[in-house]
């Protein structure tokens, strides 16, 4: 099956994970040229570029600039919204890395895993809203998952994490409540290379709700 084909069955996969009602998108590494990203990964801040990693690519956060870094993709939300992707990080001596994935903007919430302080944290606007021990293993991919998702007026915002060959688990790790969340925005990806060495990302994968013009 040529690559055209596997994009489509991947959307097609996905739209049935989602539902209907979200507009889905996939991102692989593999389909771009190493250097600067292209325009589907909008940088908004640090040194982000497309690398070589095991034998394939991903998106790479330099750790050039340690900043917080972040790249969004896909469009905009108008509603719910759900960001999926591997991520692969090193510690060097006893410096950590810090990461994670957000939805609804940059100032929407964010699924980070502060390897620092061995937590795993959500985080809308700076503010930690609710944390928990997090064992990270450096060295190793990992999926990361966050969703926003709402039933009436409120709003769940849920995030899990899995080692790159097991199994989603069902339930959540992490989670909490907003009743009065916009829902807008679009979703990205965040890096802070405190350990001074590259983070990756891969296999990324954005659900949303969108204007019905735009379906």
Same mark, same amino acid.
């Given at each position: 099956?040529?690559?055209? @084909? !596997?994009?489509?069955?991947?959307?097609? !996969?996905?739209?049935? @994970? &989602?539902? $209907?009602? !979200?507009?889905?998108? =996939?991102?692989? =590494? +593999?389909?771009?040229?190493?250097?600067?990203?292209?325009?589907? #990964?909008? %940088? %908004?801040?640090?040194?982000?570029?497309? $690398?070589? *990693?095991?034998?394939?690519?991903?998106?790479?956060?330099?750790?050039?600039?340690?900043?917080?870094?972040?790249? /969004?993709?896909?469009?905009?939300?108008?509603?719910?919204?759900?960001?999926?992707?591997?991520?692969?990080?090193?510690?060097?001596?006893?410096?950590?890395?810090?990461?994670?994935? $957000?939805?609804?903007?940059?100032?929407? &919430?964010?699924?980070?895993?502060?390897?620092?302080?061995?937590? !795993?944290?959500?985080?809308?606007?700076?503010? %930690?809203?609710?944390?928990?021990?997090? @064992?990270?293993?450096?060295?190793?991919?990992?999926?990361?998952?966050?969703?926003?998702?709402?039933?009436?007026?409120?709003?769940?915002?849920?995030? *899990?994490?899995?080692?790159?060959? =097991?199994?989603?688990?069902?339930?959540? /790790?992490?989670?909490?409540?907003?009743?009065?969340?916009?829902? /807008?925005? *679009?979703?990205?990806?965040?890096?802070?290379? &405190?350990? /001074?060495?590259?983070? &990756?990302?891969? +296999?990324?994968? #954005?659900?949303?709700? %969108?204007?019905?013009?735009?379906?």
């Amino acid at each position: 099956m040529n690559k055209p @084909a !596997l994009f489509a069955s991947s959307l097609l !996969l996905l739209s049935q @994970a &989602y539902g $209907a009602d !979200l507009k889905t998108f =996939a991102f692989t =590494a +593999d389909e771009w040229s190493e250097g600067e990203p292209p325009k589907e #990964v909008f %940088v %908004v801040d640090g040194t982000i570029k497309v $690398a070589a *990693k095991d034998g394939n690519k991903a998106i790479m956060v330099s750790p050039d600039n340690l900043v917080d870094a972040s790249a /969004q993709f896909a469009v905009s939300a108008a509603g719910e919204s759900v960001i999926k992707a591997k991520v692969f990080a090193s510690k060097q001596g006893r410096s950590n890395p810090r990461f994670g994935l $957000a939805v609804h903007g940059m100032s929407g &919430y964010r699924l980070i895993v502060n390897a620092p302080k061995k937590t !795993l944290e959500l985080i809308k606007s700076d503010e %930690v809203l609710a944390t928990i021990p997090f @064992a990270w293993s450096s060295d190793t991919w990992l999926w990361m998952k966050l969703e926003a998702r709402k039933t009436g007026d409120d709003w769940t915002i849920t995030g *899990k994490t899995w080692a790159a060959d =097991a199994t989603e688990p069902a339930e959540a /790790q992490i989670k909490h409540t907003d009743k009065g969340l916009k829902g /807008q925005g *679009k979703a990205s990806i965040w890096a802070t290379p &405190y350990s /001074q060495t590259p983070i &990756y990302f891969d +296999d990324i994968e #954005v659900a949303i709700e %969108v204007p019905a013009e735009v379906k």
